[in-house]
């Protein structure tokens, strides 16, 4: 299938105007490395990845365009992960046998990132069908990287222009801008309230936080005072909520608009198709109109859909997928399909150039400023890297979206017949503002009053003010409790996981019950008693660290309620979110989010965590912006910051924890000294200024205080040691305090430093004068001249050490990977000695075997003559080792011939030939010519014990239908029924000591096959049977053994392979 004409045709036309301005001396496989989504919270690949074979081979097939060039690829999972996706990079540039020339992918903006930095590294191209992030245009850190998706919320001035194309096209001037706290929302409002303004559109920005509880019940009563059209600047799940809330204020009924932009897109965090997401919930977003950018949907895109859709339900295809079978093909796919273009558009530039292929600068030069048609329609690269986005408006109405307009830089071009359906199936476009003005102020009552009138006025007036003071307090009164209700949690909504107990030093273990996340920690210190004191649970789909409080009742009085909004109102990157707190006795206690590697104590308690000095720089940073976010805010100050308080989240950011909800904390038990508790080690990191209190339980401190804790943090990041843990060692904590109190300056107790960078810094945090330590801000810029005016970075770190232990990584895996293969062989080895292959293959592959019934087959009967006074000759091992020998030796000739061994029961050995295959008529020949061989081999073997004898052998074979399948769960064994293996039995029972003795029905078979040698016994009695006609098989022509031992044997005898087996 090719992937449509419009789409190769500017390909094409290139190619062929650069096929002769260049050639390549020597053609190569040109191998682009495919970073894949395949599995993961949203496996794209498995909706769309055929399109990357079959665009590959459309680029192949013009030869004008890359010469005598092939393009190839190999592809990786990247599972959505970044630490998965730079593994993945990794693997397909260092593997010898791929050596990768470009990368194609990755989809997300956090495995992007490091990637391209990596791509920039290797000078390799990188072309993305996805990733939004703003950083990746940034070409001194990405000069290598492209992209051909594009979405409106990070191309902040297209989309804010397009926004206000839409607001002066339906004549609207007042509007309120609802946005996310999330940063790639906050820039998009920013940008879009700057461009209105240049508009003269008047914008009431609001701002919330979708992480934290939140009504937005409050939020549309105050906006609708002031606009009836409501931009919103989120997600498609707060979108929804904010709908329903508009609803409950009968806000859907036609007189107000919600306006989205990249609603349409996201779906990213679903496994719902975009469609079906609009179905189910159409009944709440019908009327929606939506600014995103254009996406292609012609007549030969959705044909190429379908015809990928086929392909990837097509068993056996390169990207078999049921995943389609439940979803439509994702329209990523025109994406990716673009990307491998743009490449060799630009590799097609770079050689004719006379350019390298291994020049990913050269090539990526060529990506930008390129335009063709593609997939999904017109690509335009700029300087950046980025593709140009185009506008267009749509409407959800009847579960679907419409397209109503394309946006144009000189305004909105309308599709022919198509009206927007409003809220409540609106047909006229809703005002922006009443009739009236929301004040009233556009009508005007020139009525004459009557003097009446003008006498009640003043009544009337004060009796209103009265009754509106009233009503302002109830407001109040209620508005209070509903903003307190959001930071007050049930105790029943929180679902335990694991409780926090605490070790032997006196810490509690938070790291064994942090269920679903990464345990790369096996201990936490967050210095709390050991009584039920906390636990790890989820509330609202989120993990929370519950810590009790030791109450048994709660004065709630206005202090505590002040702090309680104060903790909610905090937002910062480094400081960890307190979600609210839990009133019911005996049940109180303060929630918050868990972070799951534990706390810093933990990371430097931990030898087995190695880190170098941007690690600590960028904990020592993190704590510092965090304890400057909470100077400026209503807290002022922490009061007991440890580095247990300091929480390191799963990116290895660090947070300030344990804060705030002073007046909530004093009214705990207090410390009634006992030094050896854990709380009393606290006081190592207490101001002196604040020991005394502090030993007296009062919950004080000061932001000098709070940068003396920070010092004692500082130099236990550089020496990973806790406060004076060599002295500790000698003399108590309460011993340590002492000496710290009773020292005078300068001569000031502290402990010692081992660092010559932040020495200076560490020094200047813990003087003895409160006044002359330095505050957080001064501190930041300490830190960023001390690392040369350098952010600290861990992404960078994290590859550079990548590229260290790459060669030791890709070393490990492949002897683990031949370890892991030798293993498996030896185990399917195993199965097969134990099942036929078939069966055993099935069995692996987890399905039933059922029973089948073969029309033709041939069983082998044998025993030993004379087994029975043998035996009773021998002792049991020597009889043992006779049958292992003896049957290791048949088994080893049986191996020669398509039979299968069914089982040996005593001295009886039974092989059948036509099952599990089925091999037509050859089964008898297969048996007969084994019997023969076994039948000449046996005079060979020696009986361990009695070497002077030797065995003799009874052979019976019948040929006829049977039934077969796996017995059994426990020790399974494939067995054969049927009564043509009760006939092959009374053949050998009947049979003549060292003779073949075959039945009527075998014989037939033998002679329609040729060349075996029968001779008529004549009739016997057959148990069941009566007299039956019986054969004695003699030999074969021209028989050659397998093994030229036996053979020569044979020859050197004078015996016939006949003459052989009629003998003894």
Same mark, same amino acid.
Request: proline share 3%; with cysteine; glycine share 6%.
């Given at each position: 299938?090719?992937?449509?004409?419009?789409?190769?045709?500017f390909?094409?036309?290139?190619?062929?105007?650069?096929?002769?301005?260049?050639?390549?001396?020597?053609?190569?496989?040109?191998?682009?490395?495919v970073?894949?989504?395949?599995?993961?919270?949203?496996?794209?690949?498995?909706?769309?990845?055929e399109?990357i074979?079959?665009?590959?081979?459309?680029?192949?097939?013009?030869?004008?365009?890359?010469?005598?060039?092939?393009l190839?690829?190999?592809?990786?999972?990247?599972?959505?992960q970044?630490?998965?996706?730079?593994?993945?990079?990794?693997?397909?540039?260092?593997?010898?046998?791929?050596?990768?020339?470009a990368?194609?992918?990755?989809?997300f903006?956090?495995?992007?990132?490091?990637c391209?930095?990596?791509?920039e590294?290797?000078?390799?191209?990188?072309?993305?069908?996805?990733c939004?992030?703003?950083?990746?245009?940034?070409?001194?850190?990405?000069?290598?990287?492209?992209?051909?998706?594009?979405?409106?919320?990070t191309?902040?001035?297209?989309t804010?222009?397009a926004?206000?194309?839409?607001?002066r096209?339906?004549?609207?001037?007042?509007?309120?801008?609802?946005?996310?706290?999330?940063?790639?929302?906050?820039?998009?409002?920013?940008?879009m309230?700057?461009?209105?303004e240049?508009?003269d559109?008047?914008?009431?920005?609001?701002?919330?936080?979708?992480?934290?509880?939140?009504?937005?019940?409050?939020?549309?009563?105050?906006?609708?005072?002031?606009?009836?059209?409501?931009?919103?600047?989120?997600y498609?799940?707060?979108?929804?909520?904010?709908?329903?809330?508009?609803?409950?204020?009968?806000?859907?009924?036609?007189?107000?608009?919600?306006?989205?932009?990249?609603?349409?897109?996201?779906?990213?965090?679903?496994?719902?198709?975009?469609?079906?997401?609009?179905?189910?919930?159409?009944?709440v977003?019908d009327?929606?109109i939506?600014?995103?950018?254009?996406l292609?949907?012609?007549?030969?895109?959705?044909?190429?859909?379908?015809?990928i859709?086929?392909?990837?339900q097509?068993?056996?295809?390169?990207?078999?997928?049921?995943?389609?079978?439940?979803?439509?093909?994702?329209?990523f796919?025109?994406?990716?399909a673009d990307?491998?273009?743009?490449?060799?558009?630009?590799?097609n530039?770079?050689?004719a150039?006379?350019?390298?292929?291994?020049?990913g600068?050269?090539?990526?030069?060529?990506?930008f400023?390129?335009?063709?048609?593609?997939?999904?329609?017109?690509?335009?690269i700029?300087?950046?890297?980025d593709?140009i986005?185009?506008?267009?408006?749509?409407?959800?109405?009847?579960?679907?979206f419409?397209?109503?307009?394309?946006?144009?830089?000189?305004?909105l071009?309308?599709?022919?017949?198509?009206?927007?359906?409003?809220?409540?199936?609106?047909?006229?476009?809703?005002?922006?503002?009443?009739?009236?003005?929301?004040?009233?102020?556009?009508?005007?009552?020139?009525?004459k009053?009557?003097?009446?009138?003008?006498?009640?006025?003043?009544?009337?007036?004060?009796?209103l003010?009265l009754?509106?003071?009233?009503?302002?307090?109830?407001?109040?009164?209620?508005?209070?409790?509903?903003?307190?209700?959001?930071?007050?949690?049930?105790?029943?909504?929180?679902?335990m996981?694991?409780?926090i107990?605490?070790?032997?030093?006196g810490?509690?273990?938070?790291?064994?019950?942090?269920?679903d996340?990464?345990?790369?920690?096996?201990?936490?210190?967050?210095?709390?008693?050991?009584?039920?004191?906390a636990f790890?649970?989820?509330y609202?789909?989120?993990?929370?660290?519950?810590?009790?409080?030791?109450?048994?009742n709660?004065?709630?009085?206005?202090?505590?309620?002040?702090?309680?909004?104060?903790?909610?109102?905090?937002?910062h990157?480094?400081?960890?979110?307190?979600?609210?707190?839990?009133?019911?006795?005996?049940?109180?206690?303060?929630?918050?989010?868990?972070?799951?590697?534990g706390s810093?104590?933990d990371?430097?308690?931990?030898?087995?965590?190695?880190?170098?000095?941007?690690?600590?720089m960028?904990?020592?940073?993190?704590?510092?912006?965090?304890?400057?976010a909470?100077?400026a805010?209503?807290?002022?100050?922490?009061?007991?910051?440890?580095?247990?308080?300091?929480?390191?989240?799963?990116?290895?950011?660090c947070?300030?924890?344990?804060?705030g909800?002073?007046?909530?904390?004093?009214?705990e038990?207090?410390?009634?000294?006992?030094?050896?508790?854990?709380?009393?080690?606290?006081?190592?990191?207490?101001?002196?200024?604040?020991?005394?209190?502090?030993?007296?339980?009062?919950?004080?401190?000061?932001?000098?205080?709070?940068v003396?804790?920070?010092?004692i943090?500082l130099?236990?990041?550089?020496?990973?040691?806790?406060?004076?843990?060599?002295?500790?060692?000698?003399?108590?904590i309460?011993?340590?305090v002492?000496?710290?109190?009773?020292?005078?300056?300068?001569?000031?107790?502290?402990?010692?430093?081992?660092?010559?960078?932040?020495?200076?810094l560490?020094?200047?945090?813990?003087?003895?004068?409160?006044?002359?330590?330095?505050?957080?801000?001064?501190?930041?810029?300490?830190?960023r001249?001390?690392?040369?005016?350098?952010?600290?970075?861990?992404?960078?770190?994290?590859?550079?050490?990548?590229?260290?232990?790459?060669?030791?990584?890709?070393?490990?895996?492949?002897?683990?990977?031949?370890?892991l293969?030798?293993?498996?062989?030896?185990?399917?080895?195993l199965?097969?000695?134990?099942?036929?292959?078939?069966?055993?293959?099935?069995?692996?592959?987890?399905?039933?075997?059922?029973?089948?019934c073969?029309?033709? *087959?041939?069983?082998?009967?044998? +025993? !030993?003559? &004379?087994? @029975?006074?043998?035996?009773? =000759?021998?002792?049991?091992?020597?009889? /043992?080792?006779?049958?292992?020998?003896?049957?290791?030796y048949?088994?080893?000739?049986?191996?020669?011939y398509?039979?299968?061994?069914?089982?040996?029961?005593g001295?009886?050995?039974?092989?059948?030939?036509?099952?599990?295959?089925?091999?037509?008529?050859?089964?008898?020949?297969?048996?007969?010519?084994?019997?023969?061989?076994?039948l000449?081999?046996?005079?060979?073997f020696?009986?361990?014990h009695?070497?002077?004898?030797?065995?003799?052998?009874?052979?019976?074979?019948?040929?006829?239908?049977?039934?077969?399948?796996?017995?059994? *769960?426990k020790?399974?064994?494939? +067995? !054969?029924? &049927?009564? @043509?293996?009760?006939?092959? =039995?009374r053949?050998?029972?009947?049979? /003549?000591?060292?003779?073949?003795?075959?039945?009527?029905?075998?014989?037939?078979?033998?002679?329609?096959?040729g060349?075996?040698?029968?001779?008529?016994?004549?009739?016997?009695?057959?148990?069941?049977?009566?007299?039956?006609?019986?054969?004695?098989?003699?030999?074969?022509?021209?028989?050659?053994?397998?093994?030229p031992d036996?053979l020569?044997?044979?020859?050197?005898?004078?015996?016939?392979?006949?003459?052989?087996?009629?003998?003894?």
């Open positions: 299938m090719k992937l449509g004409k419009s789409y190769l045709s390909v094409l036309a290139v190619g062929f105007v650069l096929s002769g301005n260049w050639k390549e001396s020597r053609a190569r496989q040109v191998k682009l490395g970073l894949l989504p395949w599995s993961g919270s949203w496996p794209l690949a498995q909706r769309m990845a399109v074979p079959r665009t590959i081979e459309d680029i192949n097939r013009n030869k004008s365009l890359l010469g005598n060039n092939n190839t690829f190999v592809w990786r999972d990247t599972r959505n970044a630490s998965q996706g730079l593994w993945a990079m990794v693997d397909l540039w260092k593997n010898e046998n791929l050596l990768v020339d990368f194609i992918g990755p989809v903006s956090v495995i992007c990132e490091p391209g930095l990596l791509a590294r290797l000078n390799l191209p990188m072309i993305s069908w996805g939004s992030s703003q950083r990746l245009s940034n070409k001194n850190l990405y000069p290598t990287f492209a992209r051909t998706k594009t979405y409106g919320r191309n902040l001035l297209n804010s222009r926004m206000a194309s839409v607001l096209h339906f004549k609207w001037k007042r509007v309120s801008l609802f946005h996310s706290s999330e940063s790639v929302w906050t820039d998009l409002a920013l940008k309230n700057s461009e209105l240049r508009s559109i008047k914008a009431n920005k609001l701002m919330f936080s979708p992480f934290l509880p939140q009504t937005y019940d409050c939020l549309l009563k105050d906006a609708r005072e002031k606009a009836r059209v409501f931009i919103l600047l989120c498609m799940k707060q979108v929804k909520q904010i709908i329903m809330a508009a609803k409950n204020l009968n806000m859907t009924n036609g007189d107000y608009v919600f306006v989205t932009s990249d609603f349409t897109m996201d779906t990213t965090h679903s496994n719902l198709s975009a469609l079906e997401y609009y179905h189910a919930h159409s009944d977003l009327g929606i939506d600014v995103s950018v254009n292609a949907d012609n007549v030969e895109f959705q044909l190429n859909a379908q015809a859709e086929r392909a990837m097509t068993p056996g295809s390169a990207f078999y997928s049921n995943e389609t079978r439940v979803h439509e093909v994702s329209h796919f025109a994406y990716a990307a491998i273009t743009l490449y060799a558009l630009a590799l530039d770079t050689l150039q006379g350019g390298n292929i291994t020049d600068r050269h090539i990526a030069k060529n990506m400023g390129k335009t063709f048609n593609g997939l999904s329609g017109v690509v335009s700029d300087d950046n890297g593709r986005p185009f506008y267009e408006l749509r409407n959800l109405n009847n579960n679907s419409i397209k109503i307009a394309s946006i144009l830089t000189s305004g071009q309308v599709v022919e017949d198509r009206k927007v359906v409003w809220f409540g199936g609106q047909k006229e476009v809703p005002l922006d503002e009443p009739v009236c003005g929301f004040n009233n102020e556009h009508c005007d009552d020139s009525s009053l009557d003097k009446k009138l003008w006498i009640a006025i003043p009544i009337v007036s004060l009796v003010v009754a509106m003071i009233v009503i302002l307090l109830s407001y109040k009164r209620r508005n209070k409790i509903r903003s307190l209700s959001s930071v007050l949690i049930r105790y029943e909504d929180i679902d996981i694991g409780c107990g605490t070790d032997n030093k810490t509690s273990s938070i790291m064994h019950s942090l269920v996340f990464s345990t790369r920690s096996d201990r936490s210190s967050l210095h709390v008693p050991s009584e039920s004191y790890i649970g989820r609202k789909n989120r993990q929370v660290y519950v810590r009790k409080l030791a109450l048994q709660l004065n709630l009085n206005h202090q505590i309620v002040k702090e309680l909004f104060q903790v909610q109102r905090i937002l990157v480094n400081i960890n979110p307190i979600l609210g707190v839990c009133m019911t006795t005996p049940n109180m206690c303060i929630v918050s989010e868990a972070c799951s590697r810093l104590l990371i430097l308690s931990n030898e087995d965590i190695k880190l170098d000095l941007t690690f600590k960028s904990f020592a940073t993190d704590i510092a912006s965090g304890m400057k909470l100077h805010s209503d807290i002022r100050y922490h009061g007991s910051l440890t580095s247990s308080n300091c929480l390191i989240d799963r990116t290895w950011g947070r300030i924890g344990d804060y909800l002073r007046h909530l904390r004093t009214q038990k207090k410390f009634e000294g006992n030094y050896a508790s854990p709380e009393y080690k606290v006081i190592l990191w207490t101001a002196p200024e604040h020991i005394l209190e502090r030993k007296q339980g009062f919950f004080t401190g000061s932001q000098a205080g709070d003396y804790s920070y010092g943090i130099n236990e990041v550089f020496t990973r040691k806790e406060p004076f843990a060599q002295l500790r060692t000698l003399v108590s309460q011993e340590i002492r000496r710290i109190l009773s020292s005078e300056k300068p001569n000031c107790l502290r402990p010692p430093t081992n660092n010559d960078i932040c020495e200076k560490i020094h200047r945090c813990w003087e003895g004068d409160p006044s002359t330590r330095p505050q957080f801000s001064s501190i930041k810029n300490t830190l001249k001390l690392n040369g005016g350098r952010s600290h970075r861990l992404v960078d770190t994290m590859l550079r050490k990548m590229e260290i232990y790459s060669n030791n990584l890709e070393e490990l895996v492949e002897e683990r990977t031949r370890q293969e030798a293993e498996k062989a030896r185990t399917d080895e199965l097969f000695e134990m099942l036929p292959r078939p069966v055993a293959e099935q069995l692996k592959a987890g399905k039933s075997v059922q029973a089948e073969f029309d033709q *087959v041939t069983v082998f009967f044998s +025993d !030993i003559v &004379g087994f @029975t006074q043998l035996a009773s =000759s021998s002792t049991a091992f020597e009889v /043992v080792t006779f049958l292992n020998d003896l049957y290791t048949f088994d080893n000739i049986i191996h020669h398509d039979v299968y061994k069914v089982e040996t029961i001295d009886a050995y039974m092989v059948v030939s036509g099952l599990p295959e089925r091999n037509l008529d050859r089964h008898a020949g297969q048996i007969a010519t084994m019997a023969l061989h076994l000449c081999d046996i005079r060979l020696k009986i361990r009695r070497p002077d004898t030797h065995p003799e052998m009874r052979i019976g074979i019948h040929s006829g239908p049977c039934v077969a399948g796996v017995v059994g *769960v020790k399974p064994r494939y +067995d !054969i029924f &049927g009564d @043509t293996v009760n006939v092959a =039995s053949m050998e029972s009947n049979g /003549v000591p060292n003779r073949i003795h075959i039945s009527k029905e075998c014989r037939q078979v033998l002679m329609n096959l060349g075996y040698h029968i001779e008529r016994r004549g009739e016997i009695e057959l148990k069941g049977k009566g007299r039956v006609i019986t054969y004695f098989l003699n030999g074969k022509d021209n028989f050659n053994k397998t093994r036996h020569e044997l044979l020859l050197s005898s004078g015996k016939t392979f006949g003459e052989c087996g009629r003998k003894g």
